[in-house]
């Protein structure tokens, strides 16, 4: 087998809320070779968020070891784009300005920048609404931009948190079906986390269920379905009873997570 591009290994981490501690995540361990498509799944709480967080090297105290590429991740670098649940877009800015922010670090000409902002809405279908700001653009539209400043930058890996969460059913289905399309031609590794099951079997190669108190893998499923995925089809709904079993019976599950914002200044939006 191929060197993973991403390892965990024994990760655990833990916050102090009011002087006591709160363990997140307990004894870690994924590996995810170059290509993957890994969804992680859990019930709100579980340390979702707090993984990709730690992945992407915007917090770097944890116990264990976190590897990109066989390197110690060590703060916010390149390697990784991050797209969140809710887009985070700068109502003042363009789509393709919004966009073009994913190159904040990127050595380029303007005349550069402007091309691959161009090719990256054209990859996302938003060809007409370059110069649409936020507030003209539906949800779906939206999170496109999203996804396409986590992808500009050309990243490694694309993680991916909660980001159809804040859809409504038929745009979540659309876009799970936009980000296969993004996928097929970028063949980008990709992470996401979500608390819908549906979602993790529609999407991905290896599912990891987690369980909560503190975040652990409860059982790690291979989807060999070939793509595209029947929703209504024997195997689908048998994996779908499987994971949702595996979440439901550990009594934390809640069908639909809170929204939860987090701050995050603009240099690491823009990775
Ligand atoms: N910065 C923080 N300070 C204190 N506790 C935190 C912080 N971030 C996350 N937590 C706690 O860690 C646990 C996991 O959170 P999170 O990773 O956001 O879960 P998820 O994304 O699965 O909903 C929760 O109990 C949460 O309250
Ligand atoms: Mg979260």
């Not at 919004?98 to 920048?113: H, K, M, T, W």
């Amino acid at each position: 087998m191929n060197a993973p591009i991403v390892s965990f290994n024994q990760v655990g981490k833990s916050f102090e809320v009011d002087g006591l501690e709160l363990e997140a995540i307990r004894d870690f361990n994924l590996h995810i070779t170059e290509g993957e498509f890994v969804a992680i799944v859990g019930s709100s709480g579980c340390g979702k968020s707090t993984l990709l967080r730690l992945l992407v090297g915007l917090d770097t105290e944890f116990r264990g070891a976190i590897e990109v590429d066989g390197k110690a991740v060590k703060g916010v670098g390149s390697e990784c784009g991050i797209v969140f649940q809710e887009h985070r877009l700068f109502p003042w800015l363009s789509v393709a300005d919004n966009i073009g922010l994913g190159l904040v670090n990127a050595v380029l000409s303007p005349a550069q920048r402007q091309e691959r902002v161009a090719a990256f809405i054209e990859l996302v279908g938003l060809n007409d609404f370059a110069r649409a700001f936020p507030h003209q653009l539906s949800g779906g539209m939206a999170q496109r931009v999203a996804i396409a400043r986590g992808l500009v930058a050309s990243p490694r890996i694309l993680l991916l948190d909660e980001p159809f969460g804040a859809l409504d059913a038929l745009t979540r289905q659309q876009m799970q079906d936009e980000l296969l399309a993004i996928r097929a031609r970028s063949k980008i590794t990709t992470v996401l986390v979500t608390h819908d099951v549906e979602e993790a079997i529609f999407l991905a190669d290896r599912v990891v269920v987690l369980e909560p108190r503190p975040g652990q893998i409860k059982q790690v499923v291979n989807i060999d379905l070939p793509h595209p995925r029947q929703r209504s089809s024997f195997e689908f709904h048998q994996l779908r009873e499987e994971l949702l079993h595996e979440l439901t019976n550990d009594g934390h599950y809640q069908p639909v997570a809170p929204v939860q914002v987090r701050d995050v200044p603009l240099a690491f939006i823009a990775v």
